[in-house]
Structures are given as C-alpha cells and as structure tokens.
C-alpha cells in the first residue's frame, strides 16, 4: 500500500502560481503512476493530470493544458502540480492518486487505488 499526503493548497488571486505537492510513502512510490483530480463544490471529482512511473509521460484534461504542469521526483518520493495562471474555475479541492502499473512509460488512465485527503485551492477573481 501507499499513503499520499498532498499540501501546497492555499487562497490566491486569479493570474498567480501555486505548486502542488504530494508526498507518498509505504511501498515503494516508482511502481505508480499518478495523477492530479480535483472536485469543486456540488461538482463531480475529476481528471487534471497524470504522469508515468518514469515521468516521462504526461496527460491533461483541456483545461488546464499550457497552464498546469506535473511533474515527479522518485528520489523524493513526491508527486508535483504546477499551477500557473489560475483561474476562479480552477477552485477545487485537489487530490493526488496512485495506480501500481507494470510499464515505466504507461500513462494511468483509471484504476487509481490510493488517494491523498486533499488540499483546497480557492482563487478569488
């Protein structure tokens, strides 16, 4: 198993920058792929990103592609959101997932066993 714990959420401005960040630890953290959801109020939980055991392989939901950026490092057993011109509808509270996958450049598309408890972006217009 593997326990996520994602911090970095906060209350911003629309145009700012925030970096998620979410640390993993238990077994070891290269077997995943991630992958960024996130759920706004009275909304359904979804996609934002994903990233490949490697990192090498990346995916986004179209909103937020040119603006987020994820990213991993294995040493550090950490799993990253780059958020960049936020937006209002971007206010959500974000949770990282993990998928044990058997390839290093496989993409996770769904099949998410473990998920962090969130960490709430709010960006005010």
């Known amino acids: 198993q593997v326990q996520l714990v994602e911090s970095g959420g906060g209350l911003v401005q629309a145009g700012v920058s925030l970096r998620l960040s979410c640390v993993a630890s238990?077994?070891?953290?290269?077997?995943?792929?991630m992958g960024w959801f996130r759920q706004a109020p009275g909304k359904e939980r979804e996609f934002v990103a994903a990233?490949?055991?490697?990192?090498?392989?990346?995916s986004y939901t179209d909103s937020v592609k040119g603006r987020f950026t994820i990213s991993r490092d294995n040493a550090k057993n950490t799993v990253y959101l780059q958020m960049n011109s936020l937006k209002p509808e971007d206010t959500a509270v974000y949770y990282c997932?993990?998928?044990?996958?058997?390839?290093?450049?496989?993409?996770?598309?769904?099949?998410?066993?473990?998920w962090g408890q969130g960490t709430q972006v709010t960006v005010s217009s």
């Open positions: 990233i490949s055991r490697s990192g090498s392989s990346t």
């Open positions: 997932a993990a998928t044990p996958l058997p390839l290093l450049n496989q993409l996770p598309t769904a099949g998410f066993n473990y």
């Open positions: 238990g077994r070891t953290f290269s077997v995943y792929g």
